[in-house]
């Protein structure tokens, strides 16, 4: 189908990231959140954002003018029921997000299509909930999503062709390149990723390392651009361990087992950036090790 209108549920990281390169894309983008707040928030940072780019010379101020005129915002979820495209970016709790598609459905054009960027919980559950499991899919940004250039393709057990069409050309015209992932737990990059940054987790709690060797070690070792407990803390721990929880959880396999350490930080509320402390400290002027 032809896709000229985008509505996303969800005004945090992920969801102005999406509304950002699709509204500069030349699609129509309807951005919603339970918290007026968050929308404001979230249009200010796309505005500041896209003055980034035309600062840097990869947008003119034209195009970013007409792309922050493509962006409305509405605290109604019905509202994004006349849209081609809905992607869901709350809140990486499956309960949550079953909310949104329960409250969603009954206002749904019978052709649009209902994606989630759910970043590792399984496609086809959440589909088989739904009244269109045929035009479902996942639909995984990375994080920033103006920035990154891939996106997960994932098609659940019910996904027909046409949608998956459908959304590797959105992806295209979006200037990002799509990987198509099996619908199977944390699909291709967390699958690899956060193991990795768990097994990191696991370094710093046996004391093989501090959280400055082991960062450098993987950034001057393996030439990472950051280090594993500097990408946790930016990921969020809290998600780094939910993502970890569905590993363990959907393959019954204990080399999935989330670090007890981990889970401590998690339970301390130190989840990274967003809350000012994670395996470094950043109120102050520079980052600190928190071990």
């Known amino acids: 189908m032809d896709i000229r209108s985008v509505g996303i549920v969800g005004a945090g990281q992920m969801g102005n990231g999406i509304a950002h390169v699709f509204a500069l894309a030349g699609y129509d983008v309807l951005l919603n959140d339970v918290n007026e707040d968050s929308l404001q928030k979230a249009v200010a940072i796309i505005d500041r954002n896209l003055e980034r780019q035309v600062s ?54 019978p052709e649009t299509i209902l994606t989630s960027n759910t970043s590792s919980i399984s ?54 390149t799509a990987a198509s992932a099996e619908d199977f737990p944390a699909f291709i990059v967390n699958r690899i990723l956060i ?29 990472h651009p950051m280090g594993p407990l500097e990408l946790a803390d930016f990921i969020g721990l809290d998600t780094c361990l939910a993502i970890m929880n569905v590993l363990y959880d959907g393959l019954a396999d204990t080399k999935y087992r989330p670090c007890p350490l981990l889970t401590k930080y998690v339970e301390a ?12 400290d950043y109120r102050g002027e520079v980052p600190v090790p928190t071990r």
């Open 269 to 280: 509320g130190w989840l990274g950036r967003k809350s000012q402390r994670g395996f470094y």
């Open 123 to 176: 496609i086809t559950r959440l589909a088989s909930r739904t009244d269109r499991p045929e035009k479902f899919m996942g639909f995984h940004f990375m994080n920033p999503v103006p920035v990154m250039q891939l996106v997960e393709l994932i098609r659940g057990i019910a996904t027909d062709q046409a949608t998956y069409s459908a959304l590797h050309a959105v992806v295209e015209k979006l200037g990002k």
């Open 56 to 109: 840097r010379g990869k947008v003119s101020a034209k195009d970013r003018q007409a792309a922050m005129g493509r962006i409305r915002t509405t605290m109604t979820l019905a509202d994004l029921g006349p849209s081609d495209l809905v992607i869901e970016a709350a809140t990486e709790r499956e309960t949550v997000k079953q909310a949104i598609f329960d409250a969603l459905l009954p206002h749904l054009k």
């Open 195 to 223: 193991p990795m940054i768990n097994e990191a987790v696991y370094t710093l709690y046996e004391g093989v390392g501090n959280v400055r060797s082991i960062d450098e070690a993987l950034k001057l070792g393996a030439n």
